[in-house]
């Protein structure tokens, strides 16, 4: 069965900060990786998907990076704003079910 | 457009009534999900449905009831819920088979 597990729960940084979300997964049986933003209450944004034959994906201030083999992805965020305060949930689609599996996610708390 | 839209935006029933939500898409996405999502949780899977048809069911209780009138809608119909269902109810398309989900805002259901 797929875990994915976010380290760590909860991160606080002063504005400007540039920090690293970390997602690990135990299946390397998956088709891709995506990112999602979850501000409180809403629905989730997507951020990035990498598909399993990338190493990388790029959006503004955002990277995020795959490493199917040893079940690792990071999300980078650079120059952080208060804006980017909300939970980030990694979720893989497994080759097999058909669904995505989710991590419990981060809260990000970027302080002004 | 990337747009998912959920209606309503906040439901309140009690265990007797019978209600529906109901979400829809007009990216042209031959697939579509169901999700639930219990506070600072992430998102649980409940049901999938692909090209109209339902294609999982995640051991779900049978008084949620989800149809797919057509590619672009997908329904969820409520009846003799229990407190414990309260939650924000997700839905997503996409194309099947491993491509990014887009996320609609959600309906936040308290059952009394």
């Known amino acids: 069965k797929q875990e994915v597990t976010q380290i760590p729960a909860a991160l606080s940084v002063p504005e400007g900060e540039n920090l690293v979300l970390n997602c690990s997964f135990t299946?390397?049986?998956?088709?891709?990786l995506q990112w999602f933003r979850q501000d409180p209450g809403k629905g989730l944004t997507s951020l990035l998907l990498i598909q399993s034959s990338q190493r990388e994906q790029t959006s503004g201030r955002l990277n995020a990076s795959l490493d199917k083999s040893s079940g690792r992805s990071t999300l980078y965020i650079a120059a952080s704003q208060p804006g980017d305060s909300a939970t980030y949930l990694c979720a893989v689609f497994m080759e097999y079910g058909n669904k995505l599996v989710f991590g419990a996610g981060t809260i990000l708390r970027v302080k002004s | 457009d990337t747009e998912v839209t959920q209606t309503p935006k906040h439901l309140v029933m009690g265990m007797t009534n019978k209600k529906s939500l109901k979400c829809e898409q007009h990216m042209g996405h031959r697939a579509m999900y169901w999700y639930k999502q219990k506070a600072k949780k992430p998102p649980e899977l409940m049901f999938v449905?692909?090209?109209?048809?339902?294609?999982i069911n995640e051991s779900v209780p049978s008084r949620f009831s989800p149809e797919c009138p057509n590619s672009s809608l997908l329904n969820l119909h409520l009846h003799a819920l229990q407190p414990e269902d309260s939650a924000l109810y997700l839905c997503?398309?996409?194309?099947?088979?491993?491509?990014?989900?887009?996320f609609g805002p959600g309906t936040r259901l308290t059952v009394t």
């Open positions: 299946d390397s049986a998956i088709y891709n």
């Open positions: 449905y692909s090209y109209e048809k339902l294609s």
């Open positions: 997503a398309s996409s194309q099947p088979s491993g491509y990014e989900q887009y």
